[in-house]
């Protein structure tokens, strides 16, 4: 089969190598190879792979680069709905003090902990972090998201949900709760007011990323009412040999 691995700019040049992006998918050895060689043609470091299902071991044995599972993204969604209560403790976030933007960013990388590029051994630890400070620097200033949502207990700054349009559907980007304030119901109460936020704005529906192996995301999104909309795996291929 053809397999196009289409070079991504933006990631390039922040990890400083070449990265890509597979566009098919894959279920055999000839795949694979397939892959490899665009890879190689493309003078790529590191491809990402999204598979709807887990490739096989047999599959795999075709491999000369290394294919590092990085990730199993399940992506939950609902009906959103304006039958929610309002919250005096969430708010839209205004201007951030010095002590509370570095806060923010902190629940940011906190939040990332379960992330692929958190758990890919070759990607530097810094990198991740820089990442994760971008991402909410850019919900802030409105690059990347519509709104940020935060709650406070007793004025102090404990969590924060940032809220974006994917697909013509309300998207959560980054909802975090600091470990301090874990327990409490903080990041249901997020969720519930960005749910409510996106009915009262005419979204009909919301979904939210996660990692299957962040069981606690996964528990609130699911006590909330959401339902697992699609899994997919996430491959890291590494070229080798360069």
Same mark, same amino acid.
């Given at each position: 089969?053809?397999?196009?691995?289409?070079?991504?700019?933006?990631?390039?040049?922040?990890?400083?190598?070449?990265i890509?992006?597979?566009?098919?998918?894959?279920?055999?050895?000839?795949?694979? *190879? !397939? =892959?490899?060689?665009?890879?190689?043609?493309?003078?790529? &470091? $590191? +491809?990402y792979?999204?598979?709807?299902?887990?490739?096989?071991?047999?599959?795999?044995?075709?491999?000369?680069?290394?294919?590092?599972?990085?990730?199993?993204?399940?992506?939950?969604?609902?009906?959103?709905?304006?039958?929610?209560?309002?919250?005096?403790?969430?708010?839209?976030? *205004? !201007? =951030?003090?010095?002590?509370?933007?570095?806060k923010?960013? &902190? $629940? +940011?990388?906190?939040?990332?902990?379960?992330?692929?590029?958190?758990?890919?051994?070759k990607?530097?630890?810094?990198?991740?972090?820089?990442?994760?400070?971008?991402?909410?620097?850019?919900?802030?200033?409105?690059?990347?998201?519509?709104?940020?949502?935060?709650?406070?207990?007793?004025?102090? =700054?404990?969590?924060?949900?940032?809220?974006?349009?994917?697909?013509?559907?309300?998207?959560?980007?980054?909802?975090?709760?600091d470990?301090?304030?874990?327990?409490?119901?903080?990041?249901?109460?997020?969720?519930?007011?960005?749910?409510?936020?996106?009915?009262?704005?005419?979204?009909?529906?919301?979904?939210?990323?996660?990692?299957?192996?962040?069981?606690?995301?996964?528990?609130?999104?699911?006590?909330?009412?959401?339902?697992?909309?699609?899994?997919?795996?996430?491959?890291?291929?590494?070229?080798?040999?360069?």
């Amino acid at each position: 089969m053809s397999v196009e691995v289409r070079l991504l700019d933006w990631d390039s040049k922040f990890f400083e190598i070449r990265i890509g992006r597979a566009a098919a998918e894959l279920h055999t050895g000839a795949d694979i *190879q !397939a =892959l490899e060689a665009q890879l190689h043609a493309a003078d790529l &470091d $590191l +491809a990402y792979c999204i598979s709807s299902s887990k490739l096989s071991a047999e599959t795999l044995r075709f491999a000369t680069c290394e294919w590092l599972p990085a990730d199993v993204k399940v992506t939950f969604t609902k009906s959103a709905s304006v039958e929610l209560d309002d919250d005096d403790d969430v708010s839209e976030v *205004q !201007a =951030l003090n010095k002590e509370e933007q570095t806060k923010i960013e &902190d $629940l +940011a990388i906190q939040s990332g902990v379960y992330s692929r590029f958190h758990m890919d051994p070759k990607i530097p630890h810094h990198r991740f972090e820089a990442l994760y400070r971008t991402w909410i620097r850019k919900s802030l200033s409105g690059d990347i998201a519509l709104k940020v949502l935060v709650v406070r207990v007793n004025g102090q =700054l404990a969590g924060f949900v940032t809220l974006g349009e994917n697909s013509k559907r309300g998207d959560i980007g980054i909802i975090a709760v600091d470990h301090d304030f874990r327990g409490r119901g903080l990041g249901r109460r997020l969720m519930q007011q960005a749910e409510k936020w996106f009915a009262l704005n005419g979204y009909d529906h919301v979904q939210v990323v996660t990692q299957q192996r962040n069981k606690a995301a996964c528990k609130l999104y699911e006590s909330c009412g959401y339902h697992i909309g699609r899994t997919e795996h996430v491959y890291h291929v590494w070229r080798t040999g360069k």
